[in-house]
């Protein structure tokens, strides 16, 4: 089984950035599609941001213009790198691979956005 770890989280001001990264167990994380979702206090889970595992990236438009996906596949490795952030990006941010079968979700790393 694929074990997720996020880190990079924490406490920024509006305007601030942060560069999350998700490290996966495993060989076949090069073969997978990666994503980034996030789970805001009382709302669903959200998808954010996308990359193939050619490397082609697609966003949701909350972010779309303010977050950079990218991937090492040497280290097994996804990264979120988000700038020009708002209060509403305050959430915990979790990677997981694209596939409807979803690895186990990791704990996930906290981003507060103060205003």
């Known amino acids: 089984q694929v074990q997720l770890v996020e880190s990079g989280g924490g406490l920024v001001q509006a305007g601030g950035s942060l560069r999350l990264s998700c490290a996966a167990s495993?060989?076949?994380?090069?073969?997978?599609?990666m994503g980034w979702y996030r789970q805001a206090p009382g709302k669903q889970h959200e998808w954010v941001a996308a990359?193939?595992?050619?490397?082609?990236?697609n966003y949701a438009d909350s972010v779309k213009g303010r977050f950079t996906i990218s991937r090492d596949n040497a280290k097994n490795t996804v990264y979120l790198q988000m700038n020009s952030l708002k209060p509403e990006d305050t959430a915990v941010y979790y990677c997981?691979?694209?596939?409807?079968?979803?690895?186990?979700w990791g704990r996930g790393t906290q981003v507060t956005v103060s205003s």
């Open positions: 997981n691979t694209l596939s409807r079968d979803k690895w186990a």
């Open positions: 495993g060989s076949i994380f090069s073969i997978k599609g």
């Open positions: 990359i193939t595992s050619g490397g082609s990236t």
